[in-house]
Every structure is written in structure tokens, then in C-alpha cells.
């Protein structure tokens, strides 16, 4: 005689493959959040050392260095150096963002008008 249904066994033995499939796209979902917020920050960051290197190059700064905070509440630093070629100079902008250790560098040369 065929018994018909499921055993106890077999329930919790489904219940358990169900729990571990959660488990899993709930630490997949979690993960994904964070990589976002990583991301946005870093995006943050990027976006304020390409302005502050636009800046720079619509008006050349003199060799040098300065610090501030922008608009944004993100700290940036940018240095200013002369190069071997006289009409050269090396801009290198370091913006530090929110979360510890978001931070973007970017280097560029930016050409010096004629006199």
C-alpha cells in the first residue's frame, strides 16, 4: 500500500533549503547597499576634484599649495607645481570625502598662457 503526502522529515528538510536561499539574498541585498552608498561616495568625490581641476584651469593658479572645504562639506587639497617645461604646470587636486577612506586624486598639466 503507497502512502500519499509528505513526511515530516522531508517539510523540514525544505524549510531548511528555503531558510538558507533567504539567508543568502538577504546578505546579496545587504551587500549591494553598501557597495552603492561606497560607490555615490566615490562618485562624490570625483565629481568635486574634476570642479576644483576645472577651476584650476580656467584660472591658472601661481606654484603652491591650499587647503579648504567646498560648498559640498568635502575637503579637498591642491597643489600647484612648475615642470621642467616653462609653459607647463602640474596640478594634482585631492578631494577627502565623508566616509573613511573615500578620497579621490587626480593630476593633470595644464598649459601656461603666453605674457
Known sequence: MRRRGVTLLEVLVAVAVLAVGI????????????????????????????????????????????????????RFEREVRPTVHPRLREVRVRVHGDAAGTSCELVELIRVPPA
Open 23 to 74: 539567508v543568502a539574498l538577504q546578505r546579496l541585498l545587504v551587500g549591494s547597499v553598501v557597495a552603492v552608498a561606497a560607490d555615490r561616495d566615490a562618485t562624490r568625490a570625483m565629481a568635486a576634484a574634476r570642479a576644483v581641476l576645472a577651476e584650476a584651469t580656467l584660472r591658472l593658479p601661481e606654484p603652491g599649495r591650499i587647503e579648504g572645504v567646498r560648498a559640498d562639506g568635502l
